[in-house]
């Protein structure tokens, strides 16, 4: 599943260049690492349009493995309350920004909530961090931001991947 031998792949994770000028590597404790492994294992799970990629669900039985060698224990992601007030200041202030100096319509505004919703509710959690995972889901997802399957939304079990 690694693109090269151990080396090779640890020394591709300490060069910043290659993760792009916002991209942030930090240490994580295991009881953690698991917990948020495990979480989004469970948030794909629920997912109603799946997400998959060349190495994704083919290598979710080695990531659920490793979890499983970790420590139980730790905090999954941590999520950021957003009320109305801080919603409001985080639009005026990219609206003000030199990224929107043409944008500042109703519709642009809408669109803008939009994003704010699922950035706030499903990506990260926090709508200033993004992932191309997210973007992808978000671009192909419908007008709903990812609606989720559950036997209570009477839309069935969530649908497990193949892993053949």
Same mark, same amino acid.
């Given at each position: 599943m690694l693109p090269g031998d151990i080396d090779e792949v640890l020394t591709a994770f300490e060069e910043p260049s290659d993760w792009g000028d916002d991209a942030i590597l930090s240490d994580i404790d295991p009881t953690s690492a698991r917990a948020r492994a495990t979480e989004a294992i469970h948030n794909a799970d629920i997912s109603f349009f799946p997400l998959t990629s060349d190495k994704w669900p083919t290598c979710r039985p080695l990531i659920e493995w490793v979890a499983r060698l970790l420590p139980d224990g730790g905090r999954g992601f941590i999520r950021l309350e957003r009320d109305d007030e801080a919603r409001a200041t985080l639009t005026e202030a990219f609206f003000a920004s030199s990224y929107a100096k043409k944008l500042d319509g109703s519709d642009h505004r809408d669109l803008?909530?939009?994003?704010l919703s699922f950035g706030i509710a499903w990506a990260l959690g926090d709508p200033l961090h993004w992932g191309p995972i997210s973007v992808d889901a978000r671009r192909? @997802?419908?007008?709903?931001?990812?609606?989720?399957?559950?036997?209570?939304? @009477?839309?069935g079990s969530p649908r497990r991947p193949s892993t053949r």
């Open positions: 803008l909530d939009s994003i192909s @997802g419908p007008s709903s931001p990812f609606p989720t399957r559950s036997a209570a939304s @009477g839309l």
